[in-house]
């Protein structure tokens, strides 16, 4: 097990050993690279240019957000006994400790879900101070962009966020959001050229967590990044928190959180990918729990997914604005192995999902691809895996019809039967628009 300990002030950090990792969190104190690694260097500037105040939980929050994404991301898989399921053990510090200890054991269980590692915590008090507004012009227009704004929404850049962008701020939606997005390196201008198609106004949050690891580990991290999410959601609650500061109305509580129904549940398409092996980034099962303990702890928000019934190419085929989406399908990322090269591989399963949405509403431009023709990918060992599970999946479920239980191997779904019925429905329409477009490519 590996033990990570964090805190802002780099003299309150232990030496690094194999089995122990300190790390600096924010960029409060200089910075060496030869004693310890870094994450979220920039994040509370990012937070006092808001202009607004925010509450001390929503930076306890934050904090053990990108403690969890930094360990996740200086960990390395291939470590773990199984070369998969790591065990590590955090050690963050806290403005209320006694708070987050008694939700300990419930974080560790909803982050082993997501994940498919083991977490454990230890919570400390913190000497840090909360970060205060800045008194500046940015803050000042920050802080008044806020205005008026009753909802915070998920916008990655990725084409499933396009799609919720345009359908709130083109349509006729009740809804006025700030849009809140990670700045991966590369991310940024894809998702400006997206924004340019919004008609509304909108706010913006935009952060990054910059994980720099120490010269004792030769610059190796993980890729897999199962845990990214809930440091997405983490700082949405953070949006939420100087919404109803700017408003004063502590009524606002909702997080859009746009993904299509089949990438939500994203049932394992072979025995060996069950668990972590699928993502669960946004699965109901880990929302709900999420929700739940954000709830004890004091955050009363509801996270929201109007399209966790809709497939992708329903989600193109049915946006408002059909012209804003075609605009914004060359220009969004879906790829799961965009940050390695920076083109979509179109091969993956996001990318073989998102192609196939793509011929299922009938456009035409796409974004290019690193591999297009699927003709060739069939004879290509090191990148076909991902089309032959999504072909030996769609093989066996034709075979048995067994929809129900290969809906409840992705993990824990809910209980009421019209969901669960809309759910099964949702993922055999997803499964045949993938069918249909590798079937109308199989010359190509």
Known sequence: MTK?????????????SESCHPVQLFHTHEYDEKKHSLAS?????????????VEPKAIDLITIASAVTAADTFELREKAENAWSRQMHLHIPVSDPNIWDAEGAQLSSILNFLTGDQWMFTFEQTSMEIPKPKISKLAKYKAKTLLGKNAVCLFSGGLDSAVGAIDILNGESDYKPLLVSHAYR??????????????????ELSYSISP??????????????????????????????????????????????PENGYISINPPLTRRRIGSHSTRTTHPNFLQRLEELLTRIGFDVKF?????????????????DQNAIKKAVPLSV??????????????????????????????????????????TLVKEKGTRDDLQAVQTAILRLKQTNSYKSWLRKSGPIPLDKSVRNALEAM??????????????????
């Not at 993922?427 to 190509?444: D, H, Q, Y």
Request: net charge positive; hydrophobic share 35%.
């Open 4 to 16: 990570f300990y964090f805190n802002d002030n780099p003299n309150q950090l232990p030496e690094y």
């Open 41 to 53: 260097r920039g994040l509370l500037q990012t937070v006092r240019d808001l202009g607004v105040a």
């Open 186 to 203: 590369g991310d940024g201008a894809k998702q400006e050229q997206i924004k340019t198609l919004l008609s509304s106004p909108f706010a």
């Open 212 to 257: 720099h690891i120490t010269k004792f580990c030769e610059g190796k991290t993980d890729i897999s990044m199962r845990g990214r999410s809930f440091n997405f959601l983490a700082m949405a609650v953070l949006g939420i928190s100087a919404l109803r500061s700017a408003n004063s109305d502590a009524s606002i509580k909702t997080i859009i959180v």
């Open 304 to 320: 929201v997914n109007p399209y966790q019934f809709k497939t992708k190419g329903e989600m193109l085929a049915e946006c408002v």
């Open 334 to 375: 879906s790829c799961s192995h965009w940050h390695r090269e920076h083109i979509q591989c179109g091969h993956c399963v996001p990318c073989l999902i998102r192609r196939a949405s793509v011929h299922h509403a009938g456009f035409d431009d796409d974004a290019p691809y690193k591999t297009k023709r699927l003709k």
């Open 427 to 444: 993922i055999k329409r997803g499964l045949m628009e993938v069918e249909v477009f590798i079937e109308a490519n199989k010359t190509s």
